[in-house]
C-alpha cells in the first residue's frame, strides 16, 4: 500500500497532504547536533549506520511524513577526482578553469562504487522506517555541480565546451547514483539544481534542458517506476513549461512563488513540492502561525483535485539557527488544518 508521499507524488493523495523538509536533518536539530560533537560530518555521510541515524532523528523526533537520505550532493565530484574537504564548509582540491582541466576528472563504470556508502545507508534505513512514511535519495543537478567544479557560475564557461565535457564525465556517474540509490529501496529521487536560476532561459534550453533530458533517460531506463523531483531555486513559468517535456514526476519550487496559484495552474503537470520561506521558520511563534494558517488555508480552499499532488515543505533548505519548536508548530498546524482529508 503507498503511503501519502507516494500518493502525493502520482497526484492521488486525497488525504493530508505530506510535509518533509529539505535539510530536515541538519545543523538546526538538536538530535545532530549532539551526534556531530562526537562524529565528523564526513562520518555521518559516508558510515551507513551514522547516516541512518541522522536522517531517522528528525522524522522520529518531529513526525514529518517523509526521510530523506543524510548525505553530500558533491561527493560524485570527490569521487571524479576534484577532492573534497570540510573545514567547516566544503571545499574541493582545484577548481575546473580551462579544457585542460578536464583531462584531470575521472570517468568510468567504476566510480559509482565508490558511493556504496550512500545505498548501504538506504538499505538500513528501509528496514526500520515505518512504511507510512516515505524515503528520498537525492543527487545535485548536473548545472549545480559544475558551479561547484568551477567555483562560481562562470556562465561563460557553459558555452566554451567546460561544461559540455564535464557533463560527458558527469553523467553516467551520476546516473548510476539515482539508479543505485533507487535500488537500495527509496521511494523518489530528487535533483537538487540550487543553480539554476542563476542562467537566462535561452542558455538554460540550449546548454542545461538536454543534459537533463540524457540524465533522466539513463536513470529512467533502468528505473521508469522511480519518481523523479527536480527542484530548481529561482526560476519561473517559462523555465516550468521547458521542464514539462521531460519525466519529471514532481517540481520543487520555491519560497517566490503563490503556492495555491501554482497548484491551480500547474497541478495537471506536476506534482508541486514546496514552498514556504524557510525564514518564516525564524520568527515568533505568534507571527509563523498568523502566516502558515493563512497560507495553509488558502491551499485547503482549492479543489481537491489541484491539491492531490501537493507535498508540503519550504522552498528551500532548513536555515541553521532554526529553532525546534518552530519545526514542531508547522507540523502541528499543518497536520490539525489537513486532519480527516479524506474525501470520494
Not at 186 to 215: H, R
Not at 288 to 300: A, G
Amino acid at each position: 500500500m503507498s503511503n501519502i508521499f507516494q500518493l502525493a507524488l502520482e497526484k492521488n493523495n486525497i488525504n493530508r497532504p505530506p510535509v518533509w523538509f529539505m535539510r530536515q536533518a541538519g545543523r538546526y536539530h538538536t538530535h545532530y547536533q549532539q551526534l556531530r560533537q562526537k562524529y565528523s560530518f564526513i562520518d555521518l555521510c559516508k558510515k551507513p549506520e551514522l547516516a541512518c541515524e541522522v536522517t531517522l532523528g528528525p522524522v522520529e523526533d518531529f513526525g514529518f511524513d517523509a526521510a530523506i537520505l543524510f548525505s553530500d550532493l558533491l561527493f560524485p565530484l570527490e569521487v571524479m577526482g576534484m577532492g573534497l574537504q570540510y573545514n567547516p564548509s566544503p571545499k574541493l582540491d582545484w577548481h575546473l578553469q580551462t579544457l585542460d582541466d578536464l583531462k584531470k576528472l575521472k570517468y568510468g563504470d567504476k566510480l559509482v562504487s565508490q558511493l556504496d556508502f550512500q545505498a548501504e545507508a538506504i538499505g538500513m534505513i528501509r528496514k526500520v522506517l515505518r512504511k507510512e512514511v516515505g524515503l528520498l535519495g537525492f543527487v545535485g543537478g548536473p548545472l549545480t555541480l559544475f558551479f561547484y567544479a568551477a567555483n562560481g557560475t562562470h556562465q561563460n564557461k557553459l558555452t566554451d565546451g567546460v561544461f559540455a565535457g564535464f557533463v560527458e564525465k558527469l553523467l553516467p556517474l551520476l546516473a548510476d547514483n539515482m539508479i543505485a540509490q533507487a535500488k537500495a529501496g527509496v521511494d523518489a529521487i530528487a535533483i537538487f539544481d540550487t543553480s539554476a536560476g542563476e542562467i537566462d532561459l535561452k542558455t538554460y534550453k540550449a546548454q542545461v534542458l538536454p543534459v537533463l533530458k540524457i540524465l533522466l533517460e539513463r536513470f529512467k531506463y533502468t528505473c521508469p517506476n522511480t519518481p523523479v523531483i527536480y527542484y530548481a531555486k529561482g526560476i519561473g513559468h517559462d523555465f516550468w513549461e521547458e521542464l514539462k517535456k521531460l519525466p519529471i514526476a514532481c517540481l520543487g519550487i520555491d519560497w517566490r512563488h503563490d503556492i495555491a496559484q501554482t497548484l491551480s495552474s500547474w497541478h495537471q503537470h506536476f506534482a508541486i513540492q514546496g514552498n514556504i520561506d524557510p525564514s518564516w521558520l525564524l520568527l515568533t511563534q505568534q507571527e509563523l502561525e498568523i502566516k502558515l494558517r493563512h497560507i495553509f488555508m488558502k491551499v485547503k480552499q482549492l479543489p481537491l483535485n489541484m491539491r492531490k499532488g501537493w507535498i508540503c515543505g519550504l522552498g528551500h533548505g532548513v536555515l541553521p539557527n532554526t529553532p525546534d519548536y518552530n519545526i514542531r508548530l508547522f507540523i502541528k498546524l499543518q497536520k490539525e488544518i489537513f486532519a480527516y482529508e479524506i474525501c470520494s
